[in-house]
């Protein structure tokens, strides 16, 4: 293989350029449908209101590999007033499906903590159902630098 | 493929306090988007469930998604009415389970 300068210096921008765009060329993100099909199996006939959950999320994440996020979901947690589950979504990653908390009574408040993967800039969107069925929604936009999938 | 899960509770509590629990394990959680150097897909092996239970009854549970960082770390509260035994468990991919437990004492 006797490659020219030239030919050698293409390659190199070529490549530098795979890896630039890398994530966003890649077909297999979720798209809207995914995510609205998440949503709508979560709240089983309920329409997602606003309020009573709220979603802690940084900004901008400068490494989508490990950004910190939070849920908080007003809720008694006793008798009718308790939240059953949490679930995150994110519309960006290749499936929108980050994870599904589920609390107690034991529980004593519905909130936690944990830290998720972000291939680019997206909405991420936590969900929570109560006890008697009613769903909230809170959504934030995290800016990511660096994707956190893929390789 | 895991290591020793840490976990973080107060020794003591008074009752009916809702008290915060942190837990971290080490698992490379591989999503199944990677390639290796040859373009092949990694396969997935992630924790896909974690657990916590106070003395057979369950606090909080977790469904998790290849989009859940490497080394799974949670924090979550959990109210406690007496003294008991506090018990972790994360569940591989693979059908691996790990444990952990730690107890507290309620004055």
């Given at each position: 293989m006797n490659h020219t300068r030239r030919q050698m210096l293409a390659f190199t921008a070529g490549a530098a350029g795979m890896a630039a765009f890398g994530f966003s060329a890649l077909p297999a993100l979720a798209d809207a449908d995914a995510t609205q099909k998440a949503?709508?199996?979560?709240?089983?006939?309920?329409?997602?209101a606003e309020g009573r959950i709220s979603l802690t999320a940084p900004e901008i994440a400068e490494n989508g590999n490990t950004v910190p996020i939070s849920v908080e979901v007003e809720s008694a947690m006793s008798g009718d007033d308790l939240c059953e589950s949490v679930m995150i979504l994110a519309d960006g990653n290749p499936n929108p499906d980050v994870c599904t908390f589920?609390?107690?009574?034991?529980?004593?408040?519905a909130t936690a903590t944990t830290r998720m993967r972000l291939a680019k800039t997206q909405n991420v969107i936590a969900l929570a159902r109560m006890k008697d069925?009613?769903?909230?929604?809170?959504?934030?936009?995290?800016k990511v630098t660096i994707g956190g999938c893929g390789g | 493929m895991a290591s020793k899960p840490r976990i973080?509770?107060?020794?003591?509590?008074?009752?009916?306090?809702?008290?915060?629990?942190?837990?971290?394990?080490?698992?490379e959680m591989e999503s199944g988007q990677r390639k290796d150097k040859d373009g092949n897909a990694i396969p997935r092996q992630i924790i896909n469930k974690?657990?916590?239970?106070?003395?057979?009854?369950?606090?909080?549970?977790?469904d998790l998604d290849p989009a859940i960082s490497a080394n799974p770390f949670f924090e979550f509260?959990?109210?406690?009415?007496?003294?008991g035994t506090f018990k972790f468990t994360w569940v591989d991919d693979d059908g691996s389970v790990y444990e952990a437990e730690q107890a507290i004492e309620v004055a």
């Amino acid at each position: 293989m006797n490659h020219t300068r030239r030919q050698m210096l293409a390659f190199t921008a070529g490549a530098a350029g795979m890896a630039a765009f890398g994530f966003s060329a890649l077909p297999a993100l979720a798209d809207a449908d995914a995510t609205q099909k998440a949503i709508d199996e979560f709240a089983a006939g309920a329409t997602p209101a606003e309020g009573r959950i709220s979603l802690t999320a940084p900004e901008i994440a400068e490494n989508g590999n490990t950004v910190p996020i939070s849920v908080e979901v007003e809720s008694a947690m006793s008798g009718d007033d308790l939240c059953e589950s949490v679930m995150i979504l994110a519309d960006g990653n290749p499936n929108p499906d980050v994870c599904t908390f589920r609390f107690s009574e034991l529980s004593g408040a519905a909130t936690a903590t944990t830290r998720m993967r972000l291939a680019k800039t997206q909405n991420v969107i936590a969900l929570a159902r109560m006890k008697d069925g009613t769903v909230y929604m809170d959504r934030k936009e995290v800016k990511v630098t660096i994707g956190g999938c893929g390789g | 493929m895991a290591s020793k899960p840490r976990i973080k509770l107060p020794k003591k509590a008074s009752a009916g306090e809702v008290i915060t629990i942190k837990t971290l394990i080490s698992h490379e959680m591989e999503s199944g988007q990677r390639k290796d150097k040859d373009g092949n897909a990694i396969p997935r092996q992630i924790i896909n469930k974690f657990t916590c239970a106070f003395e057979g009854a369950t606090v909080f549970e977790c469904d998790l998604d290849p989009a859940i960082s490497a080394n799974p770390f949670f924090e979550f509260t959990a109210k406690v009415n007496e003294s008991g035994t506090f018990k972790f468990t994360w569940v591989d991919d693979d059908g691996s389970v790990y444990e952990a437990e730690q107890a507290i004492e309620v004055a």
